[in-house]
């Protein structure tokens, strides 16, 4: 059973920065396409930034300029660094691949801007 496995997330103040890490158990060439989501309380589930087999990125409105993703297939690691943190990027935040016609999903790391 494929495992995606999130960590990296915590509490920090508006303007700071989190480095989030997604740890596959198989290879991260197996995936067609990686990306990381959020889910902020009362909201819809929505695509954060995504990185397809090519290298290609693509971010959402409120996080370009601001997160960067990433992967290391020699650790099995997709990251998202997260800087100039608001209030309204609070939320938990998934990590996914897609393997062939699934979408895996990982348990979700809460990220918490605050002051």
């Known amino acids: 059973q494929v495992q995606l496995v999130e960590s990296g997330g915590g509490q920090v103040q508006p303007g700071g920065s989190l480095r989030l890490s997604c740890v596959s158990s198989?290879?991260?060439?197996?995936?067609?396409?990686m990306g990381w989501y959020r889910q902020a309380p009362g909201k819809q589930r929505e695509l954060v930034a995504k990185?397809?087999?090519?290298?290609?990125?693509e971010y959402s409105d409120s996080a370009k300029g601001r997160f960067t993703i990433s992967k290391d297939n020699a650790k099995n690691t997709l990251f998202l660094q997260l800087d100039s943190l608001r209030p309204d990027d609070t939320a938990v935040y998934y990590c996914?691949?897609?393997?062939?016609?699934?979408?895996?999903w990982g348990q979700g790391t809460q990220v918490t801007v605050s002051s």
């Open positions: 198989v290879s991260t060439f197996s995936f067609k396409a």
């Open positions: 990185m397809v087999v090519n290298g290609l990125t």
């Open positions: 996914a691949g897609g393997l062939g016609a699934t979408l895996v």
